[in-house]
């Protein structure tokens, strides 16, 4: 299914699980409980391209991420960086190729280190060299993420909010990864600031050919900086493909609920107002048997509550997990704004 | 507007905030309590933080309860002995207050049924349980729910739904705006998301730098916004794809608010600001149909 040369990075069947602290009676015969944070999943991120993890909190897309990063260890499944199996390389290694970048600079920078000594530091660690050709590679990862020399030698403090994150950022590019992670990059950041940003990693990709995993509960922000969009809930990967078609035309009724969940800044078209939403994301250590989204889908049937979806190809590169895709093949989600618009009549709703 | 800034250091330095007829501002702090939750509530952007963490629901909104009701009947709200005194009317001075916050069957029976109109499906069990074993959406439900039970004339909702996921801001919006017309309450939603007042907002002002900049009804405002820093805001929202638009941030920061600019407060970051816009400061005008404006491009 997938081609190995042309693709960063791969998971194959992936899974994380978290064990849950056992009963405090040492003799209790209850079985171990787990939480199933990531639970078989299967991505692939194309060379130069964005791939988004989009889903609510708890649906395990941040535990992919680390999982991804090695800041932690999967508990199954493989990880291939470039065709290579990433358990068998050195930490090291991996570092080189793949950089992530924390949501909220404050606490993902030092403090106290001036910005080039943060941003050299995983250039001194991994590639080495003299300090001049550390400077040097500094330099112009500060240069690329618009910050100036001067601004080089201050400490985070002194920089506005969406300056730090240009920050981790020129740090995440300085040795010169493959792939970075984005882990919800622009949530701390006030609008305006989030538009620089994301025209700044769209420049970066362009000029470096870079690939980013983004992770993201933000619908616009995947929609704008993505070509292919996973969808996860409860730990399992629901649909799967091409940004542009799953932004108008989602399968899944989850990704369905949520395209049209997420407000647009379109007074004319209130999706928001015009659905229903049935109760809330299940706890992970006992998910729903079957499909997970079944207590709360408008589609649900008797084999939703027994049997799980497999991920099957609804069109070209396309995939979804729902015994019921067949029904939803005529939904449409508009999500245009007003900008660009000729605005309606007023008084259309 | 409620009155809840510590003061010093804030204090409101000049204008009237004008209630049904009444200038809060001018109002005693013993005068404006009795307006505070009865008339205008406040709904704030963390439900675990403004709940408290060691009482059950059940107790918080009976308190809320018990305050309107000892305000209708002319007692001073500010009091818990006088909250305590409606229900068990004998009680010692000497001892140490401490509210229990009984539930009687009256109070609990009005708390289910404020939770039934936030469509809390379990309302009686929810009574039972302490905030931090809600989820995010359910706390914020309670919230609204205690807020709404003061029967409130305006409910002040500062950013309620920023720290909810998608879904869940979608059910609680869609619940605040249906509350509008089944309790007659008007809401003044407080958000940085453009996206979310055009969704729910009859009317949007527009701020910046602490002042009002634009003021219109939400279908002008979207199809024809006029101030600048109005245009930039809009151009910032993330629409399409990379392939199909370009963001155009704004450039630069908010200013310094201790010493702001002398002219217009957006001058500096403004693509069209002129010479004027730097000496002084434009007034809010209407252009037309409440369309209300701050910026020299519509006249003086």
């Not at chain 1, 040097?136 to 990862?141: G, I, Q």
């Not at chain 1, 049935?278 to 499909?291: D, L, R, W």
């Not at chain 1, 995939?319 to 895709?325: E, N």
């Not at chain 2, 068990?88 to 069957?105: F, I, N």
Request: glycine share 6%; hydrophobic share 40%.
């Amino acid at each position: 299914m997938v081609n190995e040369t042309r693709d960063v990075l791969v998971t194959r069947d992936l899974k994380k699980y978290f064990p849950l602290r056992r009963s405090l009676n040492p003799f209790s015969k209850a079985e171990r409980r787990v939480v199933k944070a990531v639970d078989g999943v299967s991505i692939s991120i194309p060379r130069g391209k964005t791939v988004a993890i989009v889903g609510e909190s708890g649906c395990g897309k941040t535990t992919l991420a680390r999982t991804v990063a090695q800041l932690i260890a999967p508990t199954s499944g493989e990880i291939l960086l470039d065709g290579r199996d990433m358990s068998t390389m050195k930490r090291k290694d991996v570092y080189k190729d793949v950089q992530i970048v924390f949501q909220d600079p404050d606490s993902s920078l030092d403090p106290r280190k001036t910005i080039a000594d943060t941003v050299g530091e995983p250039v001194r660690g991994l590639h080495g060299g003299t300090n001049r050709a550390i400077d040097e590679r500094v330099m112009r990862s500060l240069a690329a993420v618009g910050l100036s020399e001067e601004q080089a030698y201050r400490i985070p403090k002194q920089l506005s909010g969406g300056q730090r994150q240009r920050v981790a950022i020129a740090r995440a590019i300085a040795p010169s990864p493959k792939l970075l992670i984005l882990d919800e990059p622009t949530s701390a950041l006030d609008a305006s600031v989030q538009a620089q940003i994301l025209r700044l990693l769209i420049e970066l990709q362009n000029e470096f050919g870079l690939s980013y995993m983004l992770i993201t509960h933000n619908i616009a922000v995947a929609q704008y900086l993505s070509d292919v969009v996973a969808v996860m809930y409860a730990g399992h990967l629901v649909e799967y493909g091409p940004t542009k078609t799953i932004m108008a035309r989602p399968r899944h009724p989850y990704t369905i609920t949520l395209m049209t969940a997420a407000p647009i800044a379109n007074p004319w078209k209130r999706n928001l107002l015009n659905i229903e939403i049935k109760g809330e994301v299940p706890s992970a250590i006992n998910p729903p048997t079957g499909c997970r989204f079944n207590p709360r889908c408008p589609y649900v049937g008797d084999v939703c509550t027994k049997v799980d979806p497999p991920l099957e190809e609804v069109s070209p590169g396309h995939l979804v997990a729902c015994h019921f895709k067949a029904q939803t093949a005529d939904v449409v989600v508009e999500r245009r704004t007003t900008s660009g618009l000729a605005a309606p009549e007023v008084g259309a709703t | 507007m409620i009155g809840l800034l510590p003061s010093p250091p804030a204090k409101v330095l000049e204008g009237s905030i004008v209630y049904k007829g009444t200038d809060l501002v001018k109002l005693k702090p013993k005068d404006l309590r009795s307006y505070r939750g009865t008339e205008i509530a406040m709904i704030f952007q963390e439900p675990l933080t403004s709940l408290n963490p060691v009482y059950k629901v059940g107790s918080q909104m009976a308190e809320a309860i018990l305050i309107r009701e000892s305000r209708s009947a002319g007692l001073d709200a500010a009091d818990p002995e006088a909250i305590e005194d409606l229900h068990k009317p004998v009680r010692k001075k000497s001892k140490p207050v401490k509210p229990k916050r009984k539930l009687t069957p009256e109070l609990r029976k009005e708390a289910m049924e404020a939770l039934k109109l936030v469509r809390i499906a379990d309302p009686e069990q929810v009574l039972e349980r302490y905030p931090f074993e809600l989820s995010g959406g359910m706390r914020q439900r309670v919230m609204i729910a205690m807020a709404l039970s003061q029967r409130p004339k305006l409910l002040v909702a500062d950013e309620p739904t920023t720290a909810l996921d998608v879904t869940t801001q979608a059910q609680v919006l869609k619940l605040m705006k249906e509350l509008i017309t089944e309790v007659n309450t008007s809401i003044m939603l407080i958000t940085h998301d453009l996206a979310v007042a055009s969704q729910v907002a009859d009317r949007v002002v527009v701020m910046y730098a602490g002042d009002v900049v634009e003021d219109a009804g939400v279908y002008d405002l979207f199809s024809k916004p006029l101030h600048p820093y109005t245009k930039g805001l809009l151009s910032c929202i993330p629409t399409g794809s990379k392939d199909d638009t370009k963001l155009m941030p704004i450039p630069g920061s908010v200013p310094d608010l201790v010493h702001p600019p002398v002219g217009c407060r957006y001058a500096d970051r403004c693509p069209s600001a002129m010479d004027i816009c730097r000496t002084k400061p434009p007034k809010l005008r209407d252009v037309g149909s409440g369309h209300k404006v701050s910026c020299f491009l519509y006249g003086e």
